[in-house]
Each structure stands twice: as structure tokens, then as C-alpha cells.
């Protein structure tokens, strides 16, 4: 097969849809670093495991909500903060609506424009996803509260949507923190999350933005019925089910004009002390989080979706579920929000020799209130804190989804 590189040097002037047309060859001669159990099946739709499907398919961007809240989380993100440097609206509008249309293309697998054929000019689309399918991509963005202030636009932030206060435990780092904008974009596949993310930042450097702070994380599980395993080796989103279950009470704004529709992310980079975790019991590893690692059932019950009971107690009086464990403290608060956490492992932490590995935890909620209550109810409490640190955090609102047409932010930037 033709190299990708190979491809795009002696053929300089492909046509937009061109990443469509060479999918199927791509993937039948697939080596796409999509692991030992992957089969290339014949079509160009879907990649077969040996136990599930993941399609390699599209994504719709348009739609009431955006998308990459509710979807199936895919296997890898790319979420990238931003810096405004610009507060003109009109070249924010400007800004905004050729992001529109960039995304709505390359969520559906396509390059941003055709490249052209003068070689005097640098090629209109970086290229490396050329080839490669969508992956089921979404590109998903929130602008912060000192967005709203840099436009002018203060007076239109609901109350709740203020930086997220400090909490107990907190060591965050400049580097990991703040920004005006972000764009959350997530992938079945590596390459295409970062290219998406690389061309609409490579519009907008030269006088809009800036770049503060990225991370990219992975996912694992063979199947997308299947809860993934965090670094701690514990299946992490059990409870996203019953959130999903009603996401108009737990998770999309529906009465703040410009938010309607949308949702709150809340960003966390968390860094995981993994040689202190690999050190500990795997008893003291189950009661930190209340429920059980190999199957992920809550203590005292027996399957993973069994539901959280922190009454029931043992023959001696004291609780199955330890009062200080991860599950009861956050169960017990009773609110719910969606967890789109991804895995990250950044090489060795300079200042400890130590593995510098952990959780970008992503989560969506109708307030940011929803947080702030579980991360307060953790505090100084949470069993978990002897293993993580806190690093990094920002605070998004994420918009409604866009309709054909219009575009992103429309109602703040016009409204
Ligand atoms: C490295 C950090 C973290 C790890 C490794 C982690 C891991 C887990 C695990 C394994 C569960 C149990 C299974 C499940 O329902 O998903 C869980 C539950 C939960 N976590 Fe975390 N978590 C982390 C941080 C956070 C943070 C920062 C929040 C929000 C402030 C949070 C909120 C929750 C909630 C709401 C539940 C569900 C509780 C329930 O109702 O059963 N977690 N987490």
C-alpha cells in the first residue's frame, strides 16, 4: 500500500472528500495501530475485535446538543485550553463560524478544503488524517467565565458560571489551569483526534488564540457496553448509566437563554500516584472506592449495576461500605453528573522520579453546582487522596448543539 506521506506528495491536489474515497483501501490493508485483536473487515464502515464492533463511522455535528457529552465515549481525546487574545466580537463571530465549518466536515472524515495545486502555498489541510476515517470523531467546545469578560459579554453569565472555587487538597499548577476556551475532541483513533484539533488551531493562532495547556488520554475497553478501567485498574463510569438515564435533569441546560441545550464541563487533571497504589493491599484497594475491582459491584452487593446501599452493615454493626470510600461519599450527596474521564500516562514527573500518569477527569452537569457539592464532599475525607493529586482544572460552558446554518456560540456572540 501507498504510504499516507507517499500518497499526499505525489498527489498534491486531492479533493475534500478524498479522505471518504481512500478509506476502504486504507483499512483493508490496515495496519492502523488499532491493536493485535483488530480485524480489517471488507467494508469501509466498520473495524471488527474479536469480541465487539467499533464503528469506524460519523458523527453528526449538527444536532440540539453537541455532540461528544452523551456519546459513547470513544478510545482516545485530545482536549486542548485555550487563551482569547482578541476581543473583538465581530472577529470572534468570524472565528466561530469557520470553526463551525471545519468541524462539521471533519467530524464527517473530511479534510477542512481541497488542497491546492500551487506549491508555492503550504497545503491547505496538514494531511496526516488522510486516509483515515472519522473514527467516530467529536469536537466539542465551552468557553470559561473571563471569555464572557474579555467580549464584554459579564452580564450574560449565569450566577452558578464562576471559577470553580478551591478545594480542600488542591495543588494546582499554572500550566494545567484557567484558559478561555477549549475544545474537547475524541476519536476512535489517535491521529484523527489530534489532526482535528491541529487544523482549527491552525486557523486561528496567527492573531485569535493562543495555546495554554493539553492533554491527551486513552480509553480501553473491548466493547462500548463495557465499563473501562481507569489506571487504579477499577471500572470507572458505572454510574454515568443511571445519569444517562435522565440527562435533561442531570445534565443539559435547559432555561439560560444561550446555554440552552448545552452543558457544564468540568476539567480536572489528576494526577494518580500509581507506586504508592501498586504498594497497597488489594483489601484497602476495594475499600477505597467502596466497590469491588474485579467485577466493580458495590460492596455488600452483587453485580457492578447492583445499586449503592451504604445502609447495609455487617454482623458487628459497622458498614459494609466504608464511610470514607470513594462510592459512599459521592453516592451519598445524591446528585449525579457525567463522568467522560480519560487515562493519561505523560512520562516520569520531574520532581519525583515517579510515573506521571492519571486521570484527565472530563464531567458534564447542568450546573457546575453538581461538582462543586461531590468534590466538596471528598474534601479531606476521601480515601482516594492518599493516592491523587489534584493538578490542573478549568471550568467550560459547553453550548447547545448547532442547527445546519448556524453557528457555534450563536446566541451569546448575537444575542
Ligand atoms: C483520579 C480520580 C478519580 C478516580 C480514579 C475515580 C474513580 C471512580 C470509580 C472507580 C468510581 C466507581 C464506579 C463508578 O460509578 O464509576 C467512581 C465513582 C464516582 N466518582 Fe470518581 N474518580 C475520580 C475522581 C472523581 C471526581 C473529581 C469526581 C467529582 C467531583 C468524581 C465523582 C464520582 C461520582 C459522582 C461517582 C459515582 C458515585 C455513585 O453515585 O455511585 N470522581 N469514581
Excluded at 493519561?344 to 457539592?373: E, H, N
Aim: hydrophobic share 35%.
Amino acid at each position: 500500500m501507498t504510504s499516507k506521506r507517499q500518497t499526499n506528495a505525489v498527489d498534491n491536489c486531492l479533493s475534500l472528500s478524498r479522505r471518504r474515497l481512500l478509506k476502504g483501501a486504507a483499512i483493508g490493508g490496515s495496519s492502523l495501530f488499532l491493536g493485535k485483536a483488530l480485524a480489517a473487515t471488507s467494508t469501509d464502515q466498520e473495524i471488527t475485535t474479536t469480541t465487539n464492533t467499533y464503528a469506524a463511522g460519523q458523527i453528526p455535528f449538527y444536532g440540539k446538543h453537541q455532540a461528544g457529552i452523551t456519546t459513547p465515549a470513544q478510545r482516545n481525546a485530545y482536549l486542548i485550553v485555550l487563551k482569547l487574545d482578541n476581543s473583538d466580537r465581530q472577529a470572534v463571530i468570524k472565528l466561530f463560524k469557520e470553526w463551525t465549518r471545519q468541524a462539521a466536515l471533519l467530524t464527517q472524515g473530511q479534510n477542512i478544503d481541497s488542497y491546492s495545486t500551487n506549491k508555492f502555498l503550504p497545503p491547505t489541510d496538514t494531511g496526516e488524517a488522510d486516509n483515515l476515517n472519522a473514527y467516530n470523531l467529536t469536537l466539542t467546545f465551552g468557553v470559561s467565565p473571563s471569555f464572557l469578560e474579555k467580549l464584554g459579554l459579564q452580564d450574560k453569565a449565569p450566577k452558578e458560571f464562576k471559577p470553580l472555587p478551591h478545594f480542600p487538597r488542591d495543588q494546582l499548577q499554572a500550566q494545567y489551569t484557567g484558559g478561555d476556551l477549549c475544545i474537547q475532541s475524541c476519536a476512535d483513533d489517535p491521529q484523527v483526534a489530534f489532526h482535528a484539533v491541529r487544523q482549527l488551531i491552525r486557523y486561528a493562532r496567527t492573531s485569535m488564540v493562543s495555546m495554554l495547556w493539553s492533554q491527551s488520554g486513552f480509553n480501553a475497553q473491548d466493547s462500548k457496553d463495557e465499563t473501562p478501567r481507569n489506571l487504579f485498574a477499577f471500572k470507572d463510569g458505572t454510574a454515568n448509566k443511571l445519569t444517562l438515564s435522565t440527562p435533561e435533569e442531570y445534565i443539559w441546560v435547559d432555561n439560560q437563554d444561550w446555554m440552552k441545550n448545552g452543558s457544564y464541563m468540568a476539567v480536572r487533571r489528576i494526577q494518580m500516584h500509581l507506586e504508592t497504589w501498586d504498594r497497597t493491599s488489594s483489601g484497602e484497594q476495594d475499600n477505597t472506592f467502596g466497590r469491588h475491582k474485579k467485577h466493580g459491584q458495590p460492596m455488600g452487593q452483587k453485580n457492578e449495576f447492583d445499586k449503592v446501599d451504604s445502609s447495609l452493615t455487617k454482623e458487628n454493626g459497622e458498614p459494609v461500605m466504608p464511610v470514607d470510600s470513594h462510592t459512599h461519599l459521592a453516592h451519598n450527596t445524591g446528585v449525579q453528573l457525567l463522568r467522560r474521564s480519560y487515562s493519561y500516562a505523560d512520562g516520569i514527573d520531574p520532581r519525583t522520579s515517579q510515573y506521571d500518569a492519571g486521570l484527565l477527569f472530563i464531567s458534564f452537569q447542568k450546573s457546575p453546582q453538581q461538582f462543586i457539592t461531590v468534590q466538596n464532599a471528598f474534601g479531606n475525607v476521601d480515601k482516594m487522596n492518599e493516592y491523587i493529586t489534584h493538578v490542573g482544572s478549568g471550568l467550560f460552558a459547553c453550548f447547545g448543539g448547532v442547527k445546519e446554518g448556524e453557528y457555534l456560540g450563536q446566541a451569546l456572540l448575537e444575542g
